[in-house]
Structures are given as structure tokens and as C-alpha cells.
């Protein structure tokens, strides 16, 4: 098993997700899970952001160690819809994809028992990176 990389989080997203998690999404085992990685997260003002960190609103190219290849951008709970290629940052993969760097990879667990393993291979988009840093 990797060990849990470090993960960097912008103030902005970091004021956000603490306030999501003061809420009822909180008491939630993801909740916890998405606190744990907030704990364990180095801070950083958005125009600090490096362009190769996955923040909220990213889009991220990631793979399993199966060889599955994904690309989901990361949103909140509200912007979850039915879209297959977004992922909440509440959904178990989500909380793991946060403040990950490219060429990153973690352990991750899977429903019903195992684990996979999950490296970031590029994020094509990134709001910081694109200027928007008041989004």
C-alpha cells in the first residue's frame, strides 16, 4: 500500500468544503472522509494555486491500476447532476481527487471490500489556473 500523498487546497475551496461539512453533509461517512483529507491539507491562497493540483471545478484525467482511464471535473454536492462525467467531491473518488498533484497516486478502497489505486495522470482544466480565482 502508497502512502496518502500531500494534497494542497485553496483558502477559497477550503472555506467552502468547511462550511458543506459544518451542514448535514458532515455527519456523512464521506463527509468525515472529505474532512479527514481537509485536516491533512497544506493551504494555499488561489493565485498560489500550481496549475497541476486538482481543485473544485477541475477537470482531472486519472487511472486505476486495472488500467481504467476516467476524466471527470470535481464539483460540489448542488452541481452533481446526472452528467457521467462529474463527480461530487462527497462521492468516496471525489474526496481522494482533491488537492492531488499530477503524477500522484493513492490507495484508494472499494465498495464491497479491496482497494485500487488511483494516479492522476492530468488536469486539463483548472479554474485558478484559467484566472479565475473568485469563482
Known amino acids: 500500500m502508497t502512502t496518502q500523498p500531500s494534497i494542497i487546497v485553496s483558502s477559497q475551496d477550503y472555506e467552502r468544503l468547511s462550511a458543506l461539512l459544518a451542514g448535514e453533509a458532515g455527519h456523512s ?10 485536516d491533512r491539507a497544506d493551504i494555499v491562497e488561489p ?8 481543485t473544485m471545478n477541475s477537470r482531472v484525467r486519472f487511472r486505476l491500476d486495472n ?16 452528467t457521467p462525467r462529474h463527480i ?6 471525489g474526496s481522494a481527487l482533491l488537492g492531488m498533484s ?10 464491497g471490500g479491496g482497494h ?3 494516479t492522476i495522470d492530468a488536469v486539463t482544466y483548472q479554474p485558478e489556473a ?6
Open 67 to 82: 488500467g481504467e482511464e476516467k476524466e471527470l471535473t470535481l464539483v460540489y454536492p448542488h452541481d452533481a447532476d446526472d
Open 29 to 38: 461517512e464521506t463527509g468525515r472522509a472529505l474532512e479527514a483529507e481537509l
Open 47 to 54: 493565485e498560489q494555486m500550481p496549475a497541476n493540483v486538482v
Open 116 to 118: 485500487t489505486v488511483l
Open 88 to 93: 461530487s467531491v462527497l462521492a468516496p473518488v
Open 102 to 111: 499530477v503524477g500522484q497516486s493513492m490507495d484508494w478502497p472499494l465498495p
Open 130 to 135: 484559467a484566472g479565475e480565482l473568485h469563482r
